[in-house]
């Protein structure tokens, strides 16, 4: 397969990753898309980084933020590796990292690399902009220390 193949092919897995779980969440897709020995190399704070931990923190973020709904905004591949600018948007409805729902709408802003071999997910890299959320809920202490 070519370069560009390759890539394209890739692309289309991690668009389709994050339409299809993580925008309609559709977990049967999930565990079509990604490997079992999926390893997440920048896991997030109280889950896990196989496969298992990512199901459970797509989950939770579907059940925090209500009407969930991930913008893929570009997506660039060098061969199997998938660079993606996406925002999430929702409306704070759960608990958020000990914070009781506002039922404000939220957005924050991710990069994110993952690594594609034979059709499925295998790797992770990611950076979001949590401190945004928490800053859009009045999740922040004022320096008195009070909300």
């Given at each position: 397969?070519?370069?560009?193949?390759?890539?394209?092919?890739?692309?289309?897995?991690?668009?389709?990753?994050?339409?299809?779980?993580?925008?309609?969440?559709?977990?049967?897709?999930?565990?079509?898309?990604?490997?079992?020995?999926f390893v997440d190399h920048t896991p997030q704070q109280g889950f896990g980084s196989d496969k298992a931990g990512?199901?459970?923190?797509?989950?939770?973020?579907?059940?925090?933020?209500?009407?969930?709904?991930?913008?893929?905004?570009?997506?660039?591949?060098?061969?199997?590796?998938?660079?993606?600018?996406?925002?999430?948007?929702?409306?704070?409805?759960?608990?958020?990292?000990?914070?009781?729902?506002?039922?404000?709408?939220?957005?924050?802003?991710?990069?994110?690399?993952?690594?594609?071999?034979?059709?499925?997910i295998v790797e992770h890299w990611g950076v979001g902009n949590l401190l945004s959320v928490i800053i859009q809920?009045?999740?922040?202490?004022?320096?008195?220390?009070?909300?």
């Amino acid at each position: 397969m070519a370069r560009s193949d390759e890539s394209k092919a890739a692309i289309a897995v991690v668009r389709r990753a994050v339409e299809e779980v993580q925008g309609r969440g559709d977990f049967d897709v999930y565990e079509q898309l990604y490997a079992d020995g999926f390893v997440d190399h920048t896991p997030q704070q109280g889950f896990g980084s196989d496969k298992a931990g990512v199901r459970d923190l797509y989950r939770t973020l579907r059940s925090t933020f209500s009407d969930f709904n991930p913008v893929i905004h570009w997506q660039v591949a060098d061969g199997d590796l998938v660079t993606t600018y996406k925002i999430y948007h929702g409306t704070h409805t759960g608990d958020f990292f000990g914070i009781a729902p506002t039922g404000r709408e939220v957005h924050f802003e991710v990069v994110d690399a993952m690594r594609v071999k034979n059709g499925q997910i295998v790797e992770h890299w990611g950076v979001g902009n949590l401190l945004s959320v928490i800053i859009q809920i009045d999740g922040l202490p004022t320096v008195a220390g009070e909300k």
